[in-house]
C-alpha cells in the first residue's frame, strides 16, 4: 500500500509538472505586424524602417502576444561577441501604428504620414485642465515648458484611448506627429502641474513625491510608478517562476503530508486525501512566491529608458 501511495504522490507531482509546462508553452504566439515584413523582421528591414533604433547589435526581432493579451517586441541583438534577447513590451495602438508605418514607408508616403485621423477615433477629447483646455498651442508651450524638444511646434491636442491612456497629437508647421502615453494619471498630473506651475517650479520635489515621478520624457511630460507597472508585463519568465514554485512547494507539502502521516499511524486510506490537500496548498503557495520574485526582478531605469523610446513622437 505504501508502494502505490508513491506512485500516487509521483503522479499528482507529474501531472502538475506537466500542467505548468503546457501552460508556459500555450502563453505566447508570434504574430504578423505586416506581410511585407512577415513573422521576423531582420537586419535589412531595421534599417529601412528605422525600427528598434535604441538596440545596439540588431539582429531580429519578432512580435510576440502573451496569454494576457499583452505585446512585447523580442530582439535578438549582439553584445561582445554574444547572442542575446531583450523583451520590449508594446501596446495595442503602437502595434497597429508600427503596421501602419511600415505600410505607408513600403508605399512611398512617408512625407505625408499620419495616424491622428485613425487614433481619434478610438478616445475622446479630454481637457488637461481649465487654463489650456484639450490643447497646448505655442504660447503655453514656452510658458510650461512643454513639448521644447518639437521643432515647429503649432499645438498639442489630448486624446483619451479606450485600452487606458493618452494620445496626444501633435502638430507643426509641416507635419503630424503621434505620442502615446499608457499613464492614466497623465492628464491629472499635467492639470496640477499647469495649475500650480509657479509653486512647482518653487518645491518640484514635493510635486514629484506626490505623483510618484521618476523622470520625465522628452516632451517635458513625467514617468510615472504607475506606467513603470503598465509597461512591465511578465513573460515566461514569471510562469517559469511561478510554476517551479508551485511544483518545489507541492512537492515539499507532499512529502511533509506522508510524513506525518506515518507518524501519527493514520490508514493509508487517508493518505491520498492527505496528499492532495498537501498539493494544493503547496501549489498556491508557491505561485504566490514565484510571483513575488518574479516582481521583485523589475529593472525600473531599463523600463523608463524603453518608455522614452516608445513615447517619443512618429
Request: glycine share 8%; aromatic share 10%.
Given at each position: 500500500m505504501k508502494y502505490l501511495?508513491?506512485?500516487?504522490?509521483?503522479?499528482?507531482?507529474s501531472w502538475i509538472a506537466s500542467f505548468n509546462i503546457?501552460?508556459?508553452?500555450?502563453?505566447?504566439?508570434?504574430?504578423?505586424?505586416?506581410?511585407i515584413v512577415g513573422e521576423m523582421i531582420d537586419a535589412e528591414?531595421?534599417?529601412?524602417?528605422?525600427?528598434?533604433?535604441?538596440?545596439?547589435g540588431f539582429k531580429s526581432a519578432v512580435f510576440l502576444?502573451?496569454?494576457?493579451?499583452?505585446?512585447?517586441?523580442?530582439?535578438t541583438y549582439e553584445e561582445d561577441g554574444e547572442e542575446k534577447t531583450t523583451r520590449i513590451p508594446q501596446s495595442e495602438i503602437a502595434i497597429k501604428s508600427l503596421k501602419s508605418?511600415?505600410?505607408?514607408?513600403?508605399?512611398?508616403?512617408?512625407?505625408?504620414?499620419?495616424?491622428?485621423?485613425?487614433?481619434?477615433?478610438?478616445?475622446?477629447l479630454?481637457?488637461?485642465?481649465?487654463?489650456?483646455?484639450?490643447?497646448?498651442?505655442?504660447?503655453?508651450?514656452?510658458?510650461?515648458?512643454?513639448?521644447?524638444?518639437?521643432?515647429?511646434?503649432?499645438?498639442?491636442?489630448?486624446?483619451?484611448?479606450?485600452?487606458?491612456?493618452?494620445?496626444?497629437?501633435?502638430?507643426?508647421?509641416?507635419?503630424?506627429l503621434i505620442s502615446v502615453v499608457l499613464d492614466t494619471a497623465m492628464v491629472s498630473i499635467l492639470g496640477d502641474y499647469v495649475e500650480r506651475y509657479e509653486e512647482v517650479q518653487v518645491n518640484r520635489e514635493s510635486f514629484e513625491r506626490k505623483w510618484s515621478i521618476i523622470s520625465y520624457d522628452g516632451?517635458?511630460?513625467?514617468?510615472?510608478?504607475?506606467?513603470?507597472?503598465?509597461?512591465?508585463?511578465?513573460?515566461?519568465?514569471?510562469?517559469?517562476?511561478?510554476?517551479?514554485?508551485?511544483?518545489?512547494?507541492?512537492?515539499l507539502m507532499a512529502a511533509f503530508?506522508?510524513?506525518?502521516?506515518?507518524?501519527?499511524?493514520?490508514?493509508?486510506n487517508a493518505f491520498p486525501v492527505r496528499v492532495f490537500l498537501g498539493v494544493i496548498l503547496g501549489g498556491g503557495a508557491g505561485y504566490f512566491i514565484g510571483n513575488k520574485i518574479d516582481k521583485g526582478k523589475i529593472d525600473k531605469y531599463s523600463i523608463v529608458s524603453e518608455i522614452k523610446d516608445l513615447r517619443t513622437p512618429k
Amino acid at each position: 500500500m505504501k508502494y502505490l501511495s508513491f506512485i500516487f504522490v509521483v503522479l499528482v507531482l507529474s501531472w502538475i509538472a506537466s500542467f505548468n509546462i503546457a501552460l508556459a508553452e500555450d502563453q505566447e504566439k508570434v504574430i504578423v505586424i505586416s506581410e511585407i515584413v512577415g513573422e521576423m523582421i531582420d537586419a535589412e528591414e531595421r534599417e529601412q524602417f528605422a525600427l528598434f533604433p535604441q538596440i545596439e547589435g540588431f539582429k531580429s526581432a519578432v512580435f510576440l502576444q502573451l496569454s494576457d493579451s499583452s505585446f512585447v517586441a523580442e530582439v535578438t541583438y549582439e553584445e561582445d561577441g554574444e547572442e542575446k534577447t531583450t523583451r520590449i513590451p508594446q501596446s495595442e495602438i503602437a502595434i497597429k501604428s508600427l503596421k501602419s508605418f511600415i505600410e505607408k514607408v513600403s508605399e512611398g508616403k512617408i512625407q505625408s504620414f499620419s495616424l491622428a485621423d485613425e487614433r481619434k477615433t478610438e478616445g475622446e477629447l479630454v481637457s488637461i485642465s481649465e487654463k489650456v483646455g484639450a490643447s497646448i498651442d505655442v504660447e503655453e508651450q514656452s510658458e510650461y515648458a512643454l513639448f521644447m524638444n518639437i521643432q515647429n511646434f503649432e499645438r498639442a491636442t489630448f486624446y483619451s484611448l479606450i485600452e487606458g491612456g493618452y494620445l496626444i497629437e501633435i502638430q507643426t508647421v509641416t507635419d503630424t506627429l503621434i505620442s502615446v502615453v499608457l499613464d492614466t494619471a497623465m492628464v491629472s498630473i499635467l492639470g496640477d502641474y499647469v495649475e500650480r506651475y509657479e509653486e512647482v517650479q518653487v518645491n518640484r520635489e514635493s510635486f514629484e513625491r506626490k505623483w510618484s515621478i521618476i523622470s520625465y520624457d522628452g516632451q517635458g511630460i513625467p514617468i510615472t510608478e504607475n506606467e513603470i507597472l503598465r509597461y512591465y508585463k511578465r513573460g515566461p519568465g514569471c510562469a517559469s517562476c511561478c510554476a517551479l514554485g508551485g511544483v518545489a512547494t507541492a512537492a515539499l507539502m507532499a512529502a511533509f503530508a506522508y510524513s506525518l502521516g506515518q507518524s501519527l499511524g493514520t490508514s493509508d486510506n487517508a493518505f491520498p486525501v492527505r496528499v492532495f490537500l498537501g498539493v494544493i496548498l503547496g501549489g498556491g503557495a508557491g505561485y504566490f512566491i514565484g510571483n513575488k520574485i518574479d516582481k521583485g526582478k523589475i529593472d525600473k531605469y531599463s523600463i523608463v529608458s524603453e518608455i522614452k523610446d516608445l513615447r517619443t513622437p512618429k
